[in-house]
């Protein structure tokens, strides 16, 4: 499972890689809840990224948003089951803030084990992070719309 | 989900907004939300992102009663305008009856709006629905600001309204041309009645 | 009496639209029994809706039917300058009986209540008088009782203690009709479409509409240019406020707006609401709640060019009416058929008459091979054997074979036997999908005569039609007769076609029957035509042996042999052998003895033609009797009962 795992920031490229290795899953986002990427595992292109990250903002949205209809508590995570392949997306709170990770994986793994390995990467992903000196600027109000696609760029060299 | 409905009397109408980020087309919501009268509208759903930016859609159901005996309900709707958006933009359109293209007016995002065109039409073909049988309205918005930044509606006009559809320059924050729009893109929509069912974006499953 | 309750409003000139009914059905319900149900009744709508003409309505049609009611009109206004006349002249007592002696008190315009305490103290103290004693309060109002500011609780409880019933703008259908019924009124009359056009145009009450109507009655009369439905909009225009259509909301609300583009979508959906769509649409209602399937009007509805409604719901009905005939047949034959899907679908009558076919055929089954005739109890020897084996294979694979199988030969060769033992090892197959048809060529003829005459022939040709093979023996019986040969054709090709097996039999080949239509003679030939010859030595002997022990004549072994000797024609005629010799045997008082039948056969024996006596007795050869010679009892009882 050595495919190419990029993050936007190092910090969180270890406990991410651990997180793949231990739950032994396919593909792997994580996302600020605009939709915009932080890093990524086993895509190969940035337009399967991009949608997939769009998708998966809104499905976040619209998960917590039917929660606080029903009773006042957004949902916060997501399991779905496919014949193949299931789908995980939850919100993983980070140092930096509430950010969402989607996972795809197949029978290789188990949801248990997704879950169980998931709480662990989210302890180590709470922890204080390292000085942001070099990190990314954060979303700006003045070009959101290239704040989006910047670090989709970097992940996949064009910067 | 049908236009009209013979047998049990009910017109329901999906309307969308469309057009690049941040060019008005979730104001064009809000300002309608708040001109119509709590007992016609639902409450008004709203997937943004913390700095305001429609993430996945607004939307706003109106219940217009009882018109000519059909119960008449519309339910408009506004997709994200970044074009990263792109694959949830998709799901949105699906169904639409009619769509209200929300152009910026400032000078700085003329390109923006020719693209945003292009991809709402490139959207349709892709559903298989021939975009000159979809009824088209634009809203030139932000006129309101100073001349110099903006681009006149003759010229806007030219540089988008390809398929001369009916057009209105607005200013959605203080509501001017908001309901001349919707009041415009629901008669194109409702004259499909007379035809047969209206052609439209496939809705999927 | 006020003017209002004059006749001038009544409910046969009151419109009732959706926008209204309720309002109407409450008024009415009061007028016939005051104070027994909405007590109060309380009627608001903006102005000029006809709220008025309500209330005057209920209050001629109370007195119209109990002309001793004491009901009196009065407008808010009139009420207080009254009371304030009677207290200020003294007279407050007498006021208040008087109005505590109505049996209906209609007021109008309660909301000017509003800030009037003493009107509101004397209202409450009338209304607890009148209500205790069971009389009836009808009000009117431009707003309902708790948007009627300023007035004491209690009275406010009072008034939205009974029924409150609004009244809104009429919709577009029905300010149509208004307009017509006024215009019927005062006898004006418009081109078509000018009402129409004119109810298009947003108006804000019934008054305006009124005037409206007004303005282009006078254009009409003083005018140069006649009205029509494209200058309506202009007459009306010249002279007409803003208009105001939209809820009479509270003042204040910015809703001017929405209330412009909600009139704008009114008549955008009026106008684009096609009529004959609608009415289609309420015949697809009409006809899904009575149980059928309206596929074929769906289909019509989603067509771009009109589609003539009433032609449609006319073909439709009779469509309905054909089923339920053939429903009701059904099931009369057997009472499971009822209300199957087929009945329910105009578009499947086809289907249900087929359904109604197969329900003939149950309950009325062709005739029947006779059971006594079966392949184990027939004799093979080499004259039959190639038709036996064709007969083996037609009924191991029924259809796929040989079809039609035609057997020929002399009489009493056994072709009727055989047969008929085809007809039973079939019925014995499950897979068949009908009953087995088995028929002689005259009933045939018979039959279709009998049906002819009754008018049945429909049903005749049902039960055959339903069979899952036919066998029709001597259908040489059929020459000549050109409408049994033209039936026998059509069943053909229908049972063919579909699969079937048919086995025929005649005393000579297809060739050689005469006045035989060629088209039946070609399908005759068209599948396997076999004889059966006379039965060669081997099979005679076989036939006496048997014969002799079935009739226990007790005869000599080699008896069988011996008889077998003379060539016969067939069975019947073994039988015809072996009965003279037991005749003779009983009659000498002894067996059947091996001298006794070479005395019988050399003695008569080369002048007794052994064959059927063809020439001296013809009768015998008649096609008929030789039909009628069953070999054994069963078949002759049988024949009787038929």
């Not at chain 2, 769509?99 to 073909?125: K, Y």
Request: a negative charge; charged letters at 25%.
């Amino acid at each position: 499972m050595r495919a190419a795992t990029a993050a936007v920031e190092t910090w969180v490229e270890e406990p991410l890689a651990r997180f793949i290795d231990d739950a032994r899953v396919r593909l792997v986002l994580l996302l600020e809840s605009s939709g915009r990427v932080l890093a990524q595992h086993g895509f190969t292109r940035s337009v399967d990224v991009m949608s997939a990250c769009a998708l998966a903002a809104a499905i976040h949205a619209s998960a917590a948003e039917i929660g606080r209809q029903l009773d006042g508590e957004p949902f916060t995570s997501l399991h779905h089951h496919g014949q193949a392949r299931q789908i995980f997306l939850a919100e993983l709170p980070t140092a930096r803030g509430s950010h969402i990770l989607l996972t795809v994986f197949d029978d290789a793994t188990s949801i248990g084990l997704v879950r169980l390995y998931f709480t662990e990467l989210s302890k180590r992903l709470a922890a204080p992070a390292p000085a942001l000196a070099a990190a990314t600027p954060a979303p700006s109000f003045v070009d959101f719309e290239s704040d989006l696609n910047r670090n989709l760029a970097k992940l996949f060299g064009r910067i | 989900m049908s236009l009209v409905n013979y047998a049990a009397r009910e017109i329901t109408c999906k309307i969308v907004y469309y057009g690049p980020g941040r060019s008005g087309k979730t104001t064009n919501l809000h300002y309608i939300y708040n001109q119509v009268p709590q007992d016609r509208r639902g409450s008004m759903v709203s997937l943004a992102t913390q700095t305001d930016r429609t993430l996945f859609f607004d939307f706003l159901p109106l219940d217009l009663g009882s018109i000519s005996g059909f119960t008449t309900r519309f339910q408009l709707y506004t997709v994200p305008g970044q074009v990263y958006y792109a694959a949830t933009r998709k799901l949105v359109l699906q169904g639409a009856d009619g769509v209200v293209f929300i152009a910026d007016s400032q000078r700085r995002q003329l390109e923006e709006n020719v693209e945003s065109m292009q991809d709402l039409h490139a959207n349709l073909a892709e559903q298989g629905i021939d975009a000159r049988s979809v009824p088209l309205v634009i809203q030139y918005n932000k006129q309101d600001l100073p001349r110099e930044l903006i681009v006149d509606v003759d010229e806007l006009d030219d540089a988008l309204n390809f398929r001369g559809v009916p057009f209105h320059a607005g200013d959605a924050l203080r509501g001017t041309g908001v309901f001349e729009t919707l009041r415009s893109i629901s008669e194109l929509v409702l004259r499909r009645l007379s035809g047969a069912t209206a052609p439209r974006v496939a809705a999927g499953r | 009496m006020s003017v209002l309750l004059d006749g001038r409003f009544r409910f046969d000139n009151y419109v009732v639209g959706a926008s209204n009914r309720l309002a109407v059905a409450a008024g009415r319900a009061v007028a016939e029994s005051p104070g027994a149900s909405y007590n109060p009744l309380f009627i608001y709508s903006p102005s000029g809706l006809g709220k008025t003409h309500l209330i005057g309505a209920i209050g001629f049609a109370a007195k119209q039917l109990q002309p001793e009611l004491v009901v009196e009109y009065v407008p808010l206004d009139d009420f207080v300058d009254r009371l304030h006349i009677a207290i200020s002249s003294g007279h407050a007592d007498a006021f208040k009986q008087l109005y505590q002696r109505v049996d209906l008190l209609l007021l109008d315009d309660v909301q000017f209540l509003t800030g009037r305490r003493e009107t509101q103290s004397e209202m409450l103290r009338i209304f607890n008088a009148l209500q205790g004693s069971g009389r009836q309060i009808v009000m009117a109002s431009d707003r309902p009782p708790s948007e009627i500011a300023d007035v004491d609780e209690r009275l406010v409880t009072r008034l939205a203690g009974g029924l409150i019933v609004d009244i809104s703008l009429p919709e577009y259908e029905t300010r149509v009709a208004i307009l017509r019924s006024k215009c019927a009124e005062s006898e004006m009359t418009f081109a078509t479409g000018v009402l129409e056009e004119l109810a298009k145009m947003p108006c804000g009450s019934v008054r305006e509409l009124q005037g409206a109507l007004n303005r282009l009655a006078a254009h009409a009369a003083l005018g140069d240019r006649p009205v029509t439905p494209q200058n309506v909009r202009a007459i009306v225009a010249g002279g007409r406020a803003t208009p105001a259509f939209g809820r009479a909301a509270p003042a204040g609300d910015s809703s001017d707006e929405f209330a412009g583009f909600l009139s704008d979508i009114s008549v955008a959906v009026a106008q684009h609401v096609e009529g004959w769509r609608v009415r289609l649409g309420e015949r697809v209602a009409h006809w899904q709640r009575k149980g059928y399937s309206t596929a074929m009007l769906d289909r019509a509805l989603a067509l771009t060019e009109e589609a003539d409604v009433d032609a449609l719901d006319a073909a439709f009905a009779s469509g309905v009416a054909r089923l339920e005939q053939l429903e009701a047949q059904a099931v009369l034959l057997d009472p499971r058929l009822a209300g199957l899907d087929v009945f329910r679908d105009p578009e499947r009558v086809a289907e249900a008459e087929a359904r109604i076919e197969q329900a003939i055929a149950a309950h009325d089954p062709p005739p029947a091979p006779w059971p006594a005739f079966t392949i184990e109890t027939l004799i093979a020897g080499k004259s039959n054997q190639m038709a036996l084996r064709a007969a083996e294979a037609s009924i191991e694979a029924p259809g796929a074979r040989y079809n039609p199988l035609f057997v020929h030969g002399g009489t009493g060769v056994g072709k009727t036997h055989l047969v008929h033992a085809v007809g039973n090892a079939l019925r014995r197959n499950a897979a068949l999908s009908g009953p087995v048809a088995c028929v002689s060529g005259s009933q045939f003829v018979d039959e279709l005569i009998a049906a002819l005459q009754d008018g049945t022939v429909d049903r005749w040709r049902a039960r055959y039609r339903a069979a899952g093979a036919l066998i029709v023996d001597d259908v040489h019986a059929l020459a000549g007769k050109e409408r049994s040969q033209e039936e026998l054709f059509h069943l053909f090709n229908a049972l063919h076609s579909a699969g079937r097996q048919l086995v025929l039999a005649s005393d000579r080949p297809p060739s050689e029957i005469g006045e035989l239509e060629a088209r039946l003679r070609s399908r005759f030939d068209g599948g396997l035509v076999v004889a059966i010859q006379p039965p060669d030595r081997a099979l005679r002997e076989a036939l006496y042996a048997r014969i002799l022990v079935d009739r226990g004549a007790g005869a000599e072994p080699g008896v069988a042999a011996l008889l077998a000797e003379l060539p016969v024609s067939g069975a019947a005629e073994v039988e015809s052998v072996v009965d003279r010799v037991m005749h003779m045997a009983r009659s000498s008082g002894g067996h059947v003895t091996m001298s006794l039948v070479r005395r019988e056969l050399n003695a008569g024996g080369a002048a007794t033609p052994v064959s059927v006596p063809a020439i001296a007795d013809k009768s015998f050869l008649d096609a008929e009797k030789v039909v009628m010679e069953w070999p054994d009892l069963d078949g002759r009882v049988m024949e009787e009962l038929r």
